[in-house]
């Protein structure tokens, strides 16, 4: 049962596009989401995460949106450079005591000059 | 600081062989994981450690033992190799505190012929 749903797959845009990669939960118990850029050739890192008590975060060009009552959260990456080519995962996990990071299965992502 | 660091970067092994991943931490993290990550499929969990001497199954366990007998090691073994355990692994840690971020390493990339 995978737990995190993450589209699209891949995506490509023209440098300065929005690329929008979406992702949709089922378990109630996560409450934090992170997501993680992974360059080819390395491990993921983590990019930017949010919890269910706000229903956005911006980090620079990055921004999470979050929708508690739809299960949802997308990320949203401004002004896209060619620079930010690389695999998004998103993830999730509750934090109320011990648990794995479920993450989502990738999102390959392509921004053309 | 090193970060978590993998040994061997790249192996290759016949159907049948065995082998022994290490992954190391200077983090002082108490959490510990192995991932494998497949084209399509995401990042997938194969055991983790809250502690020294302690680990526990992920989501795809089978194949595959663990051992973490010093808190800044975490070892995968492969006793008898499939061609189905060819993936890209991926060792990562965390503080024992909330949100406990994961901290991946450069990953292993192992063919099994």
């Known amino acids: 049962q995978q737990q995190v749903k993450q589209s699209p797959q891949s995506l490509i845009v023209q440098k300065g596009g929005i690329p929008i990669i979406n992702c949709a939960y089922e378990n109630t118990a996560f409450d934090y989401f992170p997501w993680y850029q992974q360059f080819p050739g390395k491990g993921p890192a983590l990019l930017i995460a949010?919890?269910?008590?706000?229903s956005e975060k911006k980090e620079g060009r990055f921004t999470i949106s979050f929708n508690k009552s739809a299960k949802q959260f997308s990320l949203h990456i401004m002004d896209s450079q060619p620079g930010d080519s690389a695999t998004y995962f998103c993830a999730a996990s509750s934090t109320g005591g011990y648990s794995t990071l479920t993450f989502g299965k990738g999102t390959m992502l392509l921004v053309s000059p | 600081n090193a970060g978590v660091t993998q040994t061997p970067k790249f192996r290759v092994l016949k159907t049948g062989q065995s082998m022994t991943l290490l992954c190391a931490q200077d983090?002082?993290?108490?959490?510990m994981y192995w991932y494998r990550q497949d084209p399509g499929m995401g990042l997938r969990l194969i055991h983790y450690s809250v502690g020294e001497g302690t680990t526990a199954k992920g989501e795809v366990p089978d194949g595959y033992n663990v051992s973490r007998l010093k808190k800044q090691n975490f070892l995968l073994g492969l006793e008898s190799a499939a061609p189905s355990q060819t993936s890209v692994y991926f060792c990562a840690s965390s503080p024992h505190v909330a949100p406990y971020e994961q901290y991946f390493g450069p990953g292993t990339r192992l063919t099994v012929t």
């Open positions: 983090m002082n993290h108490e959490y």
């Open positions: 949010i919890r269910p008590d706000v």
